[in-house]
């Protein structure tokens, strides 16, 4: 079954950039979404398409694709943005979704 | 203003069929473009895609577990219904049904979830 594989952990100092990536063979055909979770809470969508932001989301966040890789970006870390971070995509037929693994984003 | 809640059974024993069901307000499961979803996350893991059903009825399943899942809409009601059949321990997990659309084709609101443990 198809993957999507994000590194475990990323930590920076607050107001440093973090980058989150995630690999998929998909991910040159298919969109990718970025989920911010935190403890006890259920996911939030901060990237839709690659790279779009929803309304409500800060500017901070971006979002990026070259060929089978994703990354989220950061700007300017804040506290608040420690969290759990997933991707979403779909495998090459686009009808069955995929979460990554999930990254854990420490702000030192 | 979207929102979607999740309710069930908190426990359920091994080899049973599990029912959950959303009921969701601020939208119509019978316009165009418009799908909810399920996904459930294991205590400390990561989350993983279930089911979808959208507003003309096409139904997506994980191709893992779609031998076990049946997910229905009933638009009159504003629910959707999952069922997975013959529940394992490893099943435990918080379950969250999941607003999509076609334009993000992601899913943009969620429920706040409903965990479910499995034990004899």
């Known amino acids: 079954s198809y993957e999507l594989t994000q590194p475990p952990s990323v930590s920076v100092s607050p107001g440093q950039t973090a980058r989150i990536t995630c690999s998929g063979d998909a991910l040159p055909k298919q969109y990718a979404y970025w989920y911010q979770q935190k403890p006890g809470q259920a996911p939030v969508l901060v990237i839709y398409k690659d790279s779009e932001r929803p309304s409500g989301i800060p500017e901070r966040f971006s979002g990026s694709s070259s060929g089978t890789t994703v990354t989220l970006t950061i700007s300017g870390v804040q506290a608040e943005d420690e969290a759990d971070y997933y991707c979403q995509s779909a495998d090459s037929s686009g009808a069955n979704w995929v979460f990554g693994g999930g990254t854990k984003l420490t702000v030192l | 203003q979207i929102t979607l809640k999740e309710s069930g059974p908190t426990l359920v024993k091994p080899t049973q069929t599990l029912t959950l069901t959303c009921t969701f307000s601020g939208f119509s499961l019978s316009t165009s473009g418009v799908g909810v979803g399920w996904i459930r996350q294991p205590p400390g893991k990561a989350l993983e895609w279930l089911a979808l059903?959208?507003?003309?009825?096409?139904?997506r399943y994980s191709p893992s577990l779609k031998s076990r899942l049946t997910i229905t809409k009933d638009t009159s009601k504003n629910q959707v219904v999952l069922t997975m059949t013959n529940m394992d321990p490893v099943d435990t997990a918080t379950y969250y049904c999941?607003?999509?659309?076609?334009?993000?084709?992601?899913?943009?609101?969620w429920g706040q979830g409903t965990m479910v443990t499995v034990s004899s």
């Open positions: 059903i959208y507003w003309n009825d096409d139904k």
């Open positions: 999941a607003h999509t659309i076609v334009a993000y084709d992601a899913f943009d609101i």
